[in-house]
């Protein structure tokens, strides 16, 4: 099962990361820079509002698989009433921070005049998709917590692909701001009734739960949130604040540059993080049933395949990004490669760790990925205002892959192993060093073959990645999965019917 909900979250995330690089040109180019930079701005403001879930989510997801774990469903109904209740309550209040942006008047005076209308009309719109995207996540909760994440994701794959679709038949017929904002509102209420008749086919005790109040189940809840809320608030904000505050200080092309730069890693980190993420349930389980050794193994072999995949997609960018910017938005946009560039670093070293985090959130034991969180935001907060005055919007690239790397590598692991009794040395070698390794043998031939080719054309592009993939992944096999990993494979391809019929025809 955990097999199957990483395949089709990671085959969600590489769908979304596929329309995000072929329908963006296309906003970009229809929109214009400057009204795709106020969309930017509208999509964090609604991004940032996730803030305000508190930590719940995590809370609900550890509460509801230790309960499934030994079976009391009754009890786990009643935390949903109880969570039902507080996301209702935290709805009203995603609502009165909208309003405050919208009275405040945070951002209309870098919007330009003739946009400011739509601007304030899209403001509401998000701000009512953003109100019910909370209650949504009890429902959604349903279905994550019994490891059914195939359907959570086969609706967030059919949504994007309408979406897309919406904006590729409206866009060209005048649509603008206020077009944005109107499909993805409908799109937001489509996956809520989705998610909702799924979770009641699921739920095993009729009727799905009502808003309510336990008391017990309430507190279990906010005592795990109130450790989660600092997670949530430092993973939110440094993902959100530099658009935020480029939006406060600059004008909106240069935002939408930075954003574009900053678009195709966070596609990265959200394939790493659904991938790593499925196995979250699971750690709660196995600590519930004493299995300290599956839960080592289980982390081990995560830290391989989450550090394989960072370097893969790390070093390929490394290599590709500027090309392929020049490409995909033309010379406008060519400083986004930098920003990439500044980014990949940073991201691909956070992809190494983020299965250490990942147990963390499952065992409980999240309070310090916190603190690292909020460690990292106040530093981008307190610099970032007069670094980008004084050097522009790259300065907040570079002071966010510096904020990244301060603390997180040498802190999370190190707690990580010693909650389960594991050398932090045995994750970093058999994880992260496996991964290096593999991208040491690649260097030379990728750095040869790429000194001479000069990428110019889409063709081009995709021979060059073909070429990188060609290299790079020979070298995987052989120095970055074990003797271990190797023999499961290839048990698995001989176990494959595709594979079993093609021996048999040779």
């Given at each position: ?59 609900l ?96 794959i059919?949504?994007?692909?309408t ?49 309510g ?54 596609q ?74 500044l ?6 070293m ?28 106040a ?54 060093m ?65 594979f ?7």
């Amino acid at each position: 099962m955990i097999l199957r909900n990483a395949l089709i979250s990671t085959v969600n995330n590489v769908q979304a990361t596929m329309v995000a690089l072929l329908i963006t040109p296309f906003i970009v180019r229809h929109l214009g820079q400057d009204t795709y930079g106020v969309w930017t701005i509208l999509a964090s403001l609604m991004g940032t509002c996730n803030i305000l879930d508190l930590g719940l989510a995590p809370a609900l997801d550890n509460a509801l698989a230790s309960y499934r774990a030994v079976g009391q469903e009754r009890e786990a109904k009643e935390t949903l009433s109880s969570a039902l209740t507080m996301y209702s309550l935290i709805a009203l209040v995603a609502l009165g921070v909208f309003a405050v942006v919208y009275l405040g008047g945070l951002y209309q005076s870098k919007v330009p005049p003739n946009l400011r209308p739509a601007f304030n009309w899209a403001l509401l719109m998000l701000a009512l998709l953003a109100a019910l995207g909370f209650p949504r996540r009890v429902f959604e909760e349903i279905l994550l917590s019994r490891e059914h994440h195939h359907q959570v994701y086969s609706v967030e794959i059919l949504a994007s692909l309408t979406l897309a679709g919406l904006l590729l038949f409206f866009l060209p017929r005048g649509g603008g701001l206020l077009t944005m904002a109107s499909i993805h509102f409908w799109e937001g209420l489509g996956i809520l009734s989705c998610v909702i008749w799924l979770s009641r086919k699921l739920w095993p005790l009729g009727a799905l739960p009502r808003p309510g109040w336990y008391k017990d189940k309430a507190w279990r809840l906010i005592k795990y949130a109130l450790n989660m809320l600092p997670v949530i608030a430092g993973s939110i904000g440094l993902q959100q604040a530099p658009i935020l505050l480029l939006g406060a200080i600059l004008d909106p092309a240069q935002v939408a540059v930075y954003a574009i730069g900053g678009r195709l890693l966070a596609q990265e980190r959200s394939l790493v993080d659904a991938g790593v993420g499925v196995v979250q349930p699971r750690y709660a389980a196995l600590v519930a049933k004493e299995a300290h050794g599956e839960a080592r193994a289980l982390l081990l072999r995560a830290g391989l395949y989450s550090s394989l995949l960072g370097s893969f997609i790390g070093m390929g960018v490394a290599l590709l990004a500027r090309p392929f910017y020049l490409l995909w938005l033309g010379q406008n946009f060519a400083d986004s490669a930098t920003v990439a560039l500044l980014l990949i670093g940073p991201m691909t070293m956070y992809m190494c760790v983020r299965p250490c985090e990942v147990m963390l959130l499952g065992i409980g034991r999240h309070r310090l990925i916190g603190w690292v969180n909020l460690s990292e935001l106040a530093l981008v907060l307190l610099l970032s205002w007069p670094l980008v005055k004084a050097f522009g919007l790259l300065a907040m690239a570079a002071l966010v892959g510096g904020a990244m790397l301060c603390l997180r590598p040498l802190i999370i692991p190190t707690f990580a192993c010693r909650q389960l009794g594991l050398r932090p040395l045995d994750y970093w070698r058999q994880g992260p060093m496996r991964a290096g390794l593999t991208c040491l043998a690649a260097a030379l031939p990728l750095g040869l073959l790429f000194s001479q080719w000069r990428v110019g054309s889409w063709p081009g592009l995709f021979l060059a990645f073909g070429a990188y993939a060609l290299v790079w992944l020979p070298c995987a096999l052989l120095l970055g999965l074990n003797a271990q990993e190797r023999a499961f494979w290839r048990a698995k391809l001989a176990g494959a019917r595709w594979f079993s019929l093609f021996k048999r025809e040779k």
